[in-house]
T-cell receptor, first 115, second 111 residues
């Protein structure tokens, strides 16, 4: 089973709302990732969690707040977003952290629209 | 650091014709190379990867790619495409940094 599950699939939120995106994997992977993908663009790395600790933050604005409650779950808390934050947010996981040949498995993504 | 260049942003091809999607990389260290496919409104799915060993790598859905170190290339090929291959294809590299994606190539298969 090579599945990363993301909820919700679609989210519309106002600029003053607080919402969260959720991600789950049961492959025993110890690295989890958040990527942001704008239309017709490649995915851009936002955060990396290694062994449940934040290891990489690609200078993401503080209105995005990641959380890793346990080795299977990854959340992205959203607050005071801007319309330009509208995008597909992809969660991913890999067996071990760090640059390597490990395959990164992606979820189907959460489509976020900020109005 | 590593970088990836996908030379074609769009590739139209007729059904049952062969296709090659080009990818070149730049790196000062040894690299691992990947091809991912993204079907409309979906996440990314791994097609194939090169870690070491044989330079010809076979993947899912009849795709294959060849690693060429001297030309720093990792081109993706399929001898006969189907309508269902219409998608966005991303080449990606990992070396001493997390996975870096190319800008993608839109493969459109024409009936």
């Amino acid at each position: 089973d090579t599945e990363v599950t993301q909820t919700p699939k679609h989210l519309v939120m106002g600029m003053t709302n607080k919402k969260s995106l959720k991600c789950e994997q049961h492959m025993g992977h110890r690295a989890m990732y958040w990527y942001k993908q704008k239309a017709k663009k490649p995915p851009e790395l936002m955060f990396v969690y290694s062994y449940e600790k934040l290891s990489i933050n690609e200078s993401v604005p503080s209105r995005f707040s990641p959380e890793c409650p346990n080795s299977s779950l990854l959340n992205l808390h959203l607050h005071a977003l801007q319309p330009e934050d509208s995008a597909l947010y992809l969660c991913a996981s890999s067996q071990v952290p760090g640059p390597s040949g490990n395959t990164i498995y992606f979820g189907e993504g959460s489509w976020l629209t900020v109005v | 650091a590593q970088s990836v260049t996908q030379l074609d942003s769009q590739v139209p091809v007729f059904e049952e014709a062969p296709v090659e999607l080009r990818c070149n990389y730049s790196s000062s260290v040894s690299v691992y190379l990947f091809w991912y496919v993204q079907y409309p409104n979906q996440g990314l799915q791994l097609l194939l990867k090169y870690l070491s060993g044989s330079t010809l790598v076979k993947g899912i859905n009849g795709f294959e790619a060849e690693f060429n170190k001297s030309q720093t290339s990792f081109h993706l090929r399929k001898p006969s495409v189907h309508i269902s291959d219409t998608a966005e294809y991303f080449c990606a590299v990992s070396g001493n940094t997390p996975l870096v994606f190319g800008k993608g190539t839109r493969l459109s298969v024409i009936a």
